[in-house]
């Protein structure tokens, strides 16, 4: 089962910045939050992921809560291509139950013109 | 290149046949998976491979048969197609199986599987 909680969807203008949210409140020491998006009709692509310290690559930034009980992925001037839907994932660091990505429902951001 | 391939990208097939997707990854990693993505979008992770042993298999039914003849390749294969089998199946890879900085999973561009 999904341990985020993220809103169903949500719009942003093209050129501004997108402010996805994830609430993470049962998250646990060793656990780190993923990024992934799913454009219509291709695979899910990988974003960005962190710990408990803020992260940027080139496609975002990644900011986690002191409490590390929530997070925010910004994507700082939104394209019509960043059209997707958004996942937020808890997965540990080692051992246990790992292995895997458990999705959730995701958010669906669109990006208007 | 294409990290993570799957073949083929789309299958119609008729209830009751057999039929197999392909995957492989050229990114030396040692862990792959199957995922799928049913007619409501979620997806599911169905199996799981390091190095060529199961690890994960989330109840998938016994006509889902995952074969992986190296690490480089993992295999679907499954018998006597139903409807309710109709979705896509995504490959993915990992460089290994636990989690932690750096083990990234990467998807393949899935495969449309329509059961009629």
């Known amino acids: 089962d999904a341990k985020t909680t993220q809103p169903p969807s949500m719009d942003c203008a093209e050129g501004r910045a997108a402010n996805l949210p994830c609430n993470h409140s049962?998250?646990?020491?060793?656990?780190?939050v993923y990024w992934y998006r799913q454009i219509h009709s291709q695979g899910p692509q990988y974003i960005i992921h962190g710990l408990k310290n803020n992260e940027t690559n080139e496609m975002a930034s990644l900011i986690i809560t002191e409490d590390r009980k929530s997070s925010t992925l910004i994507l700082p001037h939104a394209t019509l291509r960043d059209t997707a839907v958004y996942y937020c994932i808890v997965r540990g660091g080692s051992g246990g139950s790992n292995y895997k990505l458990t999705f959730g429902k995701g958010t669906l951001l669109t990006v208007n013109p | 290149d294409t990290a993570v391939s799957q073949t083929p990208k789309y299958l119609v097939t008729q209830m009751g046949n057999d039929k197999s997707i392909k995957c492989e990854q050229n990114l030396g990693h040692d862990t792959m998976y199957w995922y799928k993505q049913d007619s409501k979008k979620f997806l599911k992770i169905m199996f799981s491979y390091n190095n060529k042993e199961l690890i994960i298999n989330e109840t998938v039914p016994n006509r889902f048969s995952p074969k992986s003849p190296d690490k480089a390749h993992l295999n679907l294969h499954i018998n006597s197609l139903e409807l309710g089998d109709s979705a896509v199946y995504f490959c993915?890879?990992?460089?290994?199986?636990?989690?932690?900085?750096?083990?990234?999973?990467?998807f393949g561009e899935g495969s449309w599987l329509t059961v009629v």
């Open positions: 993915a890879s990992s460089p290994h199986l636990t989690g932690g900085a750096g083990n990234t999973i990467y």
């Open positions: 049962t998250i646990s020491g060793n656990e780190y």
